[in-house]
């Protein structure tokens, strides 16, 4: 199975900063990695897939990049809506994976 | 537009069959694949197995034992069941369609609660 790394695991941020958030597969994926927003009791929602096409709705402050086994989602200037807990998953592999998720809190 | 539901009961006992509909609109379950993912209470959510847009299907194989998904068309519903159901089973499941490219997984549904106990 392909694991799914990120970090860091909780994130406290001020509004207003840029952050990035990282994710490492244990293997090569080329750019089949997709990342996802969850707030709290809600279901997932897609932000970003292969590693950096955008999305449809979704504000051009977050962008994704990366290829290989390295990846990062960035946040340009956190906005208060953003407070919530991030996935990345993978594609690359039939059995898709996810990460554990980096918690994005409030400094 | 597009729009997903999950269907099933809340609470199921242990070594017991858990069965859920999930059932779609504003797309065509012989265009887009399905998928169902679940995630335990606090932790990241796990890909449980796919009906895909043809009729196959593809499980996780931690799963595949225990797995069944299936699909009625003209109802626009995706079935799941699993079997010999466990505490750790429990958590919230959810149905999502597949990105046309197979990749990502563009709309969830709001998802189920299930709770595996005595």
């Known amino acids: 199975n392909i694991v799914l790394t990120q970090s860091p695991a909780t994130l406290s941020v001020t509004p207003g900063e840029s952050v990035s958030l990282s994710c490492r597969a244990s293997q090569s994926i080329s750019t089949s990695i997709h990342w996802y927003q969850q707030k709290s009791n809600e279901s997932p929602r897609l932000l970003i897939k292969?590693?950096?096409q955008s999305i449809s709705g979704i504000p051009s402050r977050f962008s994704g990049s990366g290829s290989g086994t390295d990846f990062t989602l960035s946040i340009n200037r956190v906005e208060s809506e953003d407070f919530s807990i991030y996935y990345c998953?993978?594609?690359?592999?039939?059995?898709?994976?996810f990460g554990a998720g980096t918690k994005l809190e409030l400094k | 537009q597009v729009q997903l539901k999950e269907s099933g009961p809340g609470l199921v006992q242990p070594s017991e069959t858990l069965s859920l509909t999930c059932t779609v609109s504003?797309?065509?379950?012989?265009?887009?694949?399905v998928s169902w993912v679940r995630q335990p209470s606090g932790k990241g959510p796990e890909w449980m197995g796919r009906m895909w847009y043809d009729g196959d299907t593809a499980y996780n194989s931690a799963l595949k034992s225990r797995l069944s998904i299936s699909r009625d068309t003209s109802k626009n519903q995706v079935f799941l069941k699993m079997n010999s159901l466990q505490t750790d089973d429990t958590g919230t499941y959810y149905c999502t369609r597949v990105d046309y490219s197979g990749g990502p997984f563009d709309y969830w549904g709001q998802g189920v609660m299930v709770t595996v106990s005595s």
């Open positions: 998953q993978q594609s690359y592999s039939s059995l898709n994976t």
């Open positions: 292969y590693a950096s």
């Open positions: 504003g797309f065509s379950l012989t265009s887009y694949s």
